[in-house]
């Protein structure tokens, strides 16, 4: 299965926006690209999730990179609500399931 | 209304002894499953179901068995507990079309457990 690689730990201030990267440089033609991201003692949430195209919901946009080996998670205001860790998650076709990477732990700085 | 509900959400126990933790979705999906996340919060699959039959068994002990009696329900009991099966588990449910997922997982709040 491929694999993704996050940073650890970012930091952003309130209301600035956010970019959380992640690596995937041995994606396959047919891997699904989603984020999750995780409360405290919450179960994951999904986020947003795209193949090619770059995408945009309520909750952020997902623009993701022409070779597809990178993908970047993007908050256009962030809020404290916010503060959570994020994951970067990979679904192949046939595999039945979600990969996960380690995640980077978003903290927001009033 | 709960989307995907477990049950108990925390379960302490002494080891060598046996538990189940259950799992229930109202959304309709076809394929469920069974996640464990470690204490350093990577979460990692254990099982899952697409309608009701397994497909993805990763190489988790013997003691841990999923039963899926319908496709809203997928339990997990667990033999003989031990010190490191301590983590929080996580059941989970998705709508598969044609064996890619193309939407996201909907997450239960978790289960943690706690071998003593």
């Known amino acids: 299965d491929a694999k993704t690689t996050q940073p650890n730990s970012m930091e952003s201030n309130e209301e600035e926006p956010v970019h959380l990267p992640c690596n995937h440089s041995t994606i396959s033609g047919t891997d699904y690209i989603h984020w999750y991201r995780q409360l405290p003692s919450q179960g994951p949430e999904y986020v947003i999730h795209?193949?090619?195209s770059n995408v945009n919901n309520r909750m952020a946009s997902l623009a993701i990179a022409e070779d597809r080996k990178s993908s970047t998670l993007i908050l256009h205001r962030a809020t404290l609500r916010d503060a959570a860790v994020y994951y970067c998650a990979l679904a192949g076709a046939g595999s039945y399931q979600l990969t996960f990477g380690k995640g980077t732990k978003l903290s927001v700085i009033p | 209304d709960t989307a995907v509900s477990q049950t108990p959400k925390y379960l302490v126990t002494q080891m060598g002894n046996d538990k189940s933790i259950k799992c229930e979705q109202n959304?309709?999906?076809?394929?469920m499953y069974w996640y464990k996340q470690d204490s350093k919060k990577f979460l990692k699959i254990m099982f899952s179901?697409?309608?009701?039959?397994?497909?993805i068994n990763e190489t988790v002990p013997n003691r841990f068995s999923p039963k899926s009696p319908d496709k809203a329900h997928l339990n997990l009991h667990i033999n003989s507990l031990e010190l490191g099966d301590s983590a929080v588990y996580f059941c989970a449910s998705s709508h598969l079309g044609g064996g890619i997922l193309a939407n996201g997982y909907t997450f239960g709040s978790g289960t943690r457990l706690t071998v003593v």
């Open positions: 795209g193949l090619t």
């Open positions: 959304l309709g999906h076809d394929t």
């Open positions: 179901y697409n309608n009701k039959e397994l497909i």
